[in-house]
């Protein structure tokens, strides 16, 4: 694989045209793809760094964002972590959510990061050290649960 070149960038930095982008992806997995009607506009993204990658013809084909401490949870969380059906079992969603986790330790240090993890990826994200620190729960009609990266 190609090495890979990240954008990442403060919600004010987006350009509208990145923006409207990286809401087609998010949209175009969570939404269509997964039969999921929910707002995906939440009112997080304004605190967000948004990490992603562009593909051919500049869409984004791999995206997730950097949620500060205290605006989702206690801890710093990676957030919409996506990656685009034609790249998927490529490699790029691992390195997405090891430059994210990169980014977030170069932000707040080393401190436990938090996600919420659709339950079928559970496995996915223990490879990368995340346990689980919940039990199930329905998220827009969706098996989640809650998972730590202590290190």
């Known amino acids: 694989m190609d090495p890979v070149r990240w954008r990442y960038e403060p919600f004010a930095r ?40 562009e593909g051919q013809g500049r869409e984004p084909v791999a995206y997730l964002r950097v949620v500060p401490p205290r605006v989702k949870y206690a801890e710093p969380s990676l957030g919409r972590i996506v990656t685009a ?46 346990v689980r620190a919940s039990e199930d729960y329905l998220e827009d009609d969706i098996p989640h649960l809650e998972m730590l990266l202590e290190r």
Do not use: M, N
């Open 14 to 53: 987006l350009t509208v045209a990145e923006l409207y982008r990286i809401l087609v992806l998010r949209q175009r997995v969570f939404v269509v793809e997964q039969k999921c009607a929910y707002l995906d506009a939440d009112g997080i993204d304004p605190a967000c760094h948004h990490l992603f990658k």
């Open 85 to 130: 059906p034609e790249v998927r079992r490529s490699g790029l969603g691992r390195a997405l959510v090891v430059e994210g986790l990169e980014r977030a330790r170069a932000a707040f240090g080393e401190v436990p990061i938090r996600i919420g993890a659709q339950k079928y990826l559970e496995r996915f994200y223990g490879s990368l050290g995340f």
